[in-house]
């Protein structure tokens, strides 16, 4: 009992205070960096509509594997396994929950009317806890980035040193 009860305070503190999850659907090959917030027990999220982060491999009623980030350091600090449920758009733990996310959501493009869209278009799911905390790996798990157009091999142009040096000087 003890043990669960300091596990769900590890978990609690370190969502609350990071602002970046690791997120990996039950059927997902890799983990996704997404935003979210801390409310009543459970992590909430919004995503999956036009200028919203993709929530892949989140079904409702499935289990998801959630890595919280030191908010200082970066490095891992507790993984859980959590069950994943939809919010119903409308309903009382959506409003909530949607209450949280609009504070903490950068960048809107739309504002105000972002929670409009959010029940329109978008998805509103919420990580509640199921179990203990995961052992950490004793390796990194880093992976090799997925192959992209917009990263580059080439060297630097010869020209950018001095283009560089000259705004410094100024």
Known sequence: MRSELLDQALIEEAAKKSGLIWVRGADAPAAHALWHVWHEGAVCLVGDGPGEQ???????????EVTVRSKDKGGRLVTFQATVTELASGSEQW?????????????APDGEEMPGRWARECRVLRLAPAGTVVPLP??????????????TREPIPAGLPKLLGKRRRK
């Not at 993709?54 to 998801?64: E, N, Q």
């Not at 004793?138 to 990263?151: I, N, Y």
């Open 54 to 64: 993709p929530l892949p491999a989140l079904v409702d009623g499935g289990l998801a």
């Open 138 to 151: 004793d390796g990194s798990l880093a992976e090799r980035p997925v192959p992209s157009p917009a990263t």
């Open 95 to 107: 409003e909530a929950a949607v209450a949280e996310l609009k504070g903490k959501r950068l960048n």
